[in-house]
């Protein structure tokens, strides 16, 4: 057995770390907005947002986020107010983040497709005084009924006719096809009127980057009662250097990888909400930070079969980086039009939010061409603490790779998290790094228990089982909740997971522990199909029985049609769970 690993401040221990990449990144003690400022300053005329055929420039965008910011200090939000965003992946998201955090308040991103009680709470909680929703026959009505009883005094209603190319702005309201609420409650603000009324003339605030929080995000929703996590400005600063730092592409047959091109060369692809951290950091506030475009896709499952319109999306746009979660590949490569969507534009794609199946990257690979570089981070990381390097030659598949430059991991005890295990050893994994958030809104209990102090530093419990390989390479076993135990024996869901994923005719599967008066626990498979293949249970019995041990293997097989997924596409085993218990 060998030591911890011998690890400088900024130093990972492997052979393996790309080249080019340094191991500590500086200067991003700023705040987040100085990103749309400095794009602004340097590229006014390079394209920021594309939306169904519209773009935005970085100085319109700029131009819009002052407006805004100057609305939000007429109405009385300064320092530390909270204001929400209510909305999907519109061309407005940008420019209302920008504005929000000019005016020194804190963005608080909600799922608009939140239930009206499940918004309600976060508002309440958040006591936030303003939202940010969409013109829409459902979500504004939800949003009226989600600030009742809460400190919301005013309510903006973005339309989106103003951001769509003119001819189907005119062609849109003629047929009704664009989105809109049948009536608007009585003093809420359109949001074109609030841009039209304002001037770009932002208030002088002072932010203190390492202490004013930014951005809160709620986590928690699948494990138990949501918490907002609060995120400063420097958590997202650092976090996107330090990605920019790390991304090397080969930005041509032949070229050598380097530092992904700044000033309009790359194309974000918008697939995954900005509401959550994955979506927020990864594509647009990293689009912004290197003066690329970024392509709003609110409902990356639209068309007939789902996802065509996202496959005509890359078609179109010819996006260069893709952010996306391992269902998202799923269904890029499972799409029966596929073969019809010239995809070739994608160089990397950055998998997250959930394991990534071995066989899934391969697939997506072999039928795209781009390479997919796996990372790992939570919300209250903003969100990335580590990814795989990003060529084939150096990515180790099933691993999440090295920490990003400035960023410590440790692998902890269960038992006891103030002891490190030695390298090989599976225990949580814990982060170090100018990502960590500074805690839970209100939540001083919630901090406690996710919080451990080791040689004077502060590290975050991530609730993930893992250990470092001979390598150096970083790799997550499990969630820690998720482990079964069955007859003593530890079985990890995405263990079995990934050995089923390699059987042809499955599109996605999960695996859950219940309860079993012999063993304590067995594991149970549910399984969806591909479409157009079939299958039986006790066909894939035998594939299991064939291709793992016999403690691991699923006692219980459920082929479905659907497999419950959480609205960025995280495979939801919680669900699956209480769905055994309550039977």
């Not at 400095?38 to 965008?61: C, E, L, M, W």
């Not at 002088?204 to 709620?218: H, Q, R, S, V």
Request: aromatic residues 10%.
């Amino acid at each position: 057995m060998t030591n911890p690993m011998n690890l400088s401040d900024h130093a990972w221990n492997t052979k393996a770390w790309p080249e080019g990449v340094a191991h500590t990144v500086d200067g991003y003690h700023y705040p987040i907005f100085k990103f749309l400022d400095d794009s602004a300053r340097d590229y006014p005329n390079n394209v920021f947002t594309i939306f169904n055929g519209a773009s935005k420039t970085y100085a319109q965008v700029k131009d819009s986020a002052d407006r805004i910011a100057s609305f939000l200090a007429g109405k009385g939000i300064g320092k530390g107010d909270k204001v929400a965003i209510f909305l999907p992946n519109l061309p407005h998201f940008p420019e209302i983040l920008f504005g929000i955090l000019k005016a020194g308040a804190v963005a608080v991103n909600c799922n608009p497709v939140y239930t009206p009680a499940e918004l309600n709470l976060q508002l309440k909680d958040s006591v936030s005084k303003m939202v940010f929703c969409m013109d829409h026959p459902v979500f504004y009505p939800n949003t009226v009924k989600a600030i009742q009883n809460t400190q919301v005094e005013t309510v903006v209603v973005c339309n989106i006719k103003s951001y769509l190319p003119k001819f189907k702005g005119i062609l849109g309201s003629i047929l009704g096809k664009i989105p809109k609420a049948d009536s608007h409650e009585p003093g809420h603000i359109m949001f074109d009127d609030l841009i039209a009324q304002s001037q770009p003339v932002p208030p002088d605030i002072e932010i203190d980057p390492e202490k004013d929080t930014a951005i809160m995000l709620y986590t928690g929703g699948t494990t138990g009662v949501p918490k907002g996590a609060e995120l400063v400005h420097t958590n997202f600063t650092y976090d996107v250097t330090a990605l920019l730092e790390y991304l090397m592409l080969s930005h041509g047959p032949g070229k050598a990888p380097e530092k992904a091109y700044k000033g309009g060369f790359h194309t974000f692809l918008g697939v995954l909400p900005w509401y959550h951290s994955f979506g927020i950091t990864v594509a647009l506030l990293s689009a912004a930070a290197s003066g690329s475009k970024l392509v709003c896709i609110p409902d990356p499952r639209a068309g007939d079969p789902p996802f065509t319109e996202v496959l005509k999306a890359v078609q179109n746009y010819k996006p260069t980086i893709m952010p996306a979660v391992p269902t998202i590949f799923v269904a890029f490569t499972n799409h029966p039009l596929l073969d019809k969507f010239d995809l070739s534009s994608l160089m990397g794609c950055f998998s997250g939010g959930a394991p990534l199946p071995p066989e899934v990257c391969r697939q997506f690979e072999e039928k795209t061409g781009a390479v997919i570089f796996e990372g790992y981070g939570l919300t209250e990381t903003s969100p990335v603490i580590s990814a795989n390097p990003t060529n084939r030659e150096t990515r180790k598949i099933g691993s999440i790779g090295f920490p990003l430059p400035g960023t410590d991991v440790k692998i902890l005890d269960l038992e006891d998290p103030t002891k490190e295990l030695p390298q090989g050893e599976d225990g949580e994994v814990a982060a170090c790094g100018p990502q960590v958030m500074k805690g839970y809104w209100k939540r001083p209990d919630a901090n406690d228990e996710v919080f451990v102090t080791l040689d004077g530093k502060r590290y975050f419990l991530t609730g993930d089982i893992g250990h470092i390989d001979e390598d150096g390479y970083i790799l997550i076993t499990d969630r820690k909740k998720d482990m079964i135990i069955v007859g003593g024996f530890n079985v990890y869901p995405r263990d079995v997971e990934d050995i089923i994923y390699t059987n042809p005719k499955v599109e996605l599967c999960a695996v859950v522990g219940v309860p079993d008066e012999k063993s304590g626990e067995t594991v149970k498979a549910y399984i969806k199909l591909k479409e157009g293949e079939t299958a039986t249970i006790e066909e894939m019995a035998a594939f299991c029985k064939e291709n793992m041990a016999g403690y691991k293997r699923p006692r219980a097989i459920e082929l479905r049609d659907e497999i419950p997924v959480s609205n960025i596409g995280k495979v939801l085993r919680r669900v699956l769970r209480d769905e055994e218990t309550s039977e």
